[in-house]
């Protein structure tokens, strides 16, 4: 880290501080995110080209997962920014008859997002927006692992935010450790566990807040009463897009083994169909690159441990170093392999065989709670079953990563897939302080409580305590 940079991020820091003595008003707020929608717009092209840069992600990809998700967002903030804003009143009590009281949402601060890799645009511009409908100044990290977006935020930035209210920082550990020696009012962190206890450790010095979306192992459990075929779709489609780097992708499947040969055959099929036979693929400009060599050699290691260990390939297992390519690759698998150790965050989805849903959860539950988990059944009791004993940030029943795109629910995880919760008014809630405001009469009948404490005052506790 240079001493340059050093400064610049004081200086940015100090000038934040001063800017936020003052809370921002709605009509600022809300120009902000229509300067932010309306670049994104009209930057469509250099977005896709950014990423398609940093890792080869389809253009149909980056349109849904990074750029309409986005515009969605800012378009609900915009609707809805004033009721949010508005206090809130809240109902009297009966010992404190003489009072009116609300709730009023204030901004928390100076905000600071260190945003990842895998879908580098949107999850950078999610918390941005949240943070800015919530009143705060933001500093921006962009995943070093993106070079290209990276930078491109940092031009957005500069063309449509003053430094009082937006900064971008780029830059890799070092410039996340210089960050981190300033108090911020709060940290969001997406990313992995390991760098996630790091931010946590470092927040717990200033006791900063902090919102951490981890991810983890996502489990989807397929039942033998289903629609083995409508199954397959799914889960092939959610887990190859992206080449599976996605945070809420199914991480592994366990199988009602009667049915397990079928949804193999099945899975097969929609990869086929999909991407191509396999020799095909890795032309096949709809399937996503792995983003560095850093992540294949990873990826390469994992299989190869898992296969020498007693996994079978069912398909794919294909690679080239030189192309990042990696293909979707399905393998026979069982909990105790190399490969169930830790989230495999790439394109490679074991299938395991069990007997009965209660074994399924027992080996979910053996695991740390995952970021989101799944099942597939028509069996209202199972499904019962599975909502009231697995401990996850968001359930899915016959389909999957869909909570990631409704406005009105909350997206977060729990444990080590997360702390915190974000997306639409929970984003706002998220950034802003809750402050409960009261106001008394001057001639309050709670004064008849001060001391002396006279056998008058007893008299009157007594009643209090007896009628309320």
Avoid at 195 to 207: D, E, P, R, S
Avoid at 266 to 290: F, Q, T
Avoid at 385 to 399: E, L, P, Q, T, V
Wanted: proline share 5%; glycine share 6%.
């Amino acid at each position: 880290m240079s001493k340059l940079k050093d400064r610049e991020i004081k200086t940015a820091y100090d000038i934040q501080t001063k800017a936020n003595i003052f809370f921002r008003p709605f009509d600022q707020r809300v120009e902000s995110i229509k300067k932010l929608t309306k670049w994104i717009k009209s930057n469509e092209d250099e977005i896709k080209t950014s990423i398609k840069l940093d890792f080869k992600k389809p253009d149909i990809e980056i349109e849904l997962t990074e750029i309409w998700i986005c515009i969605k967002e800012a378009d609900l903030i915009i609707k809805n920014l004033k009721k949010w804003m508005k206090p809130k009143k809240i109902a009297k009590t009966l010992t404190l008859i003489t009072t009116k009281s609300y709730i009023q949402k204030n901004p928390k601060g100076k905000i600071l997002i260190i945003s990842p890799w895998n879908y580098p645009f949107q999850l950078t511009i999610m918390p941005l927006l949240a943070a800015i409908a919530a009143g705060n100044s933001v500093f921006l990290k962009p995943s070093e692992k993106t070079p290209n977006v990276s930078n491109l935020i940092k031009k957005m930035a500069s063309e449509i935010f003053s430094p009082k209210d937006v900064v971008v920082f780029e830059g890799g550990k070092d410039t996340v450790n210089t960050l981190l020696k300033h108090d911020f009012d709060h940290i969001m962190y997406t990313g992995g566990i390991e760098v996630g206890q790091l931010i946590m450790q470092n927040a717990a010095k200033t006791l900063t807040p902090v919102t951490l979306e981890l991810g983890g192992k996502c489990p989807v459990v397929v039942d033998k009463d289903v629609n083995l075929d409508r199954a397959a779709q799914k889960i092939i489609y959610y887990k190859f897009m992206n080449a599976g780097q996605t945070c809420v992708a199914p991480d592994y499947i366990l199988v009602d083994s009667s049915v397990c040969d079928e949804f193999k055959a099945y899975c097969v099929k929609y990869i086929k169909r999909m991407y191509g036979d396999s020799e095909l693929i890795k032309n096949n400009p709809d399937y996503c690159r792995i983003v560095n060599d850093e992540h294949f050699e990873r990826l390469f290691n994992k299989l190869e441990e898992s296969l020498n260990s007693g996994d079978k390939v069912i398909f794919g297992g294909d690679y080239d170093s030189n192309k990042s390519y990696f293909s979707p690759t399905l393998i026979s698998s069982k909990m105790s392999s190399h490969i169930m150790k830790e989230e495999i965050f790439g394109p490679i989805l074991p299938i395991i065989q069990v007997e009965q849903i209660e074994d399924a959860i027992e080996n979910i539950n053996s695991k740390d709670a995952p970021l989101a988990a799944y099942i597939f059944t028509n069996n209202k009791s199972k499904v019962n079953y599975f909502i009231g004993n697995i401990k996850s940030g968001a359930i899915c029943i016959n389909d999957l990563t869909l909570h990631l795109v409704h406005s009105h629910l909350p997206f977060g995880g729990v444990g080590k897939s997360g702390i915190g919760r974000y997306h639409g008014k929970f984003g706002f809630d998220e950034f802003s302080n809750e402050i409960p405001i009261l106001k008394n009469i001057n001639n309050s009948p709670l004064m008849l409580l001060y001391p002396p404490y006279t056998k008058r005052v007893r008299k009157i506790v007594n009643l209090v305590r007896k009628l309320f």
